[in-house]
T-cell receptor, first 112, second 112 residues
Framework: DAGITQSPRYKITETGRQVTLMCHQT?????MFWYRQDLGHGLRLIYY???????DKGEVPDGYVVSRSKTENFPLTLESATRSQTSVYFC???????????FGPGTRLLVL | DQQVKQNSPSLSVQEGRISILNCDYT??????FLWYKKYPAEGPTFLIS?????DKNEDGRFTVFLNKSAKHLSLHIVPSQPGDSAVYFC???????????FGQGTILTVHP
């Protein structure tokens, strides 16, 4: 299917485990983004990428790692999950910048 | 430091009436503003935007107003419909800043 997809949609893990959230888009958009949504904070940018092999930190990057070896994929890894990383994670993409972004359906992550 | 603020966590409106969602920002470098709409278990979707060179932009039932001197924007929905019930996020972008900054969101409930 065309569009932007995220997997898994739901994930339960334990403190200290490594977790990878996947994001895939079929539009060949240059830009991709990872956000987390928490009550009272709205959407906060974790990392973004302007093109393959180019990534940069957002507002809340600590504890997260990203890579972008292919234009269509932008995985987000929690190297050692903590309870404070319990959240809903959204991936987004845009053609040429940040003006209008297209969001995936989200991944709900619970860290016990 | 919350640069984009939506001070009303929720808003309840009767079907057919006007819904007004408000957003304030602090960074004068923002020059483009967007509203996103989010249903439960889905990613946010783009709704309407406005450039800082305008003070109003209209798209069907949705109108966004920008007051640069007050650093305030609002989204008007007329008439409101039950299907408009969702979380609405205000977002701002500055060409020199390079990233979208989101507000906390406002939950709109439209009662039949």
């Amino acid at each position: 299917d065309a569009g932007i997809t995220q997997s898994p949609r739901y994930k339960i893990t334990e403190t200290g485990r490594q977790v990878t959230l996947m994001c895939h888009q079929t539009w060949s958009h240059s830009y991709m983004f990872w956000y987390r949504q928490d009550l009272g904070h709205g959407l906060r940018l974790i990392y973004y990428s302007a093109a393959a092999d180019i990534t940069d930190k957002g507002e809340v990057p600590d504890g997260y790692v990203v890579s972008r070896s292919k234009t269509e994929n932008f995985p987000l890894t929690l190297e050692s999950a903590t309870r404070s990383q319990t959240s809903v994670y959204f991936c987004a993409s845009s053609l040429s910048g940040v003006e209008t972004q297209y969001f995936g359906p989200g991944t709900r992550l619970l860290v016990l | 430091d919350q640069q984009v603020k939506q001070n009303s966590p929720s808003l309840s409106v009767q079907e057919g009436r006007i819904s007004i969602l408000n957003c304030d920002y602090t960074n004068s470098m923002f020059d483009y503003f967007l509203w996103y709409k989010k249903y439960p278990a889905e990613g946010p979707t783009f709704l309407i935007s406005i450039s800082s060179i305008k003070d109003k932009n209209e798209d069907g039932r949705f109108t966004v107003f920008l007051n640069k001197s007050a650093k305030h924007l609002s989204l008007h929905i007329v008439p409101s419909q039950p299907g408009d019930s969702a979380v609405y996020f205000c977002a701002a972008y500055g060409t020199s800043y390079g990233k979208l900054t989101f507000g906390q969101g406002t939950i709109l409930t439209v009662h039949p």
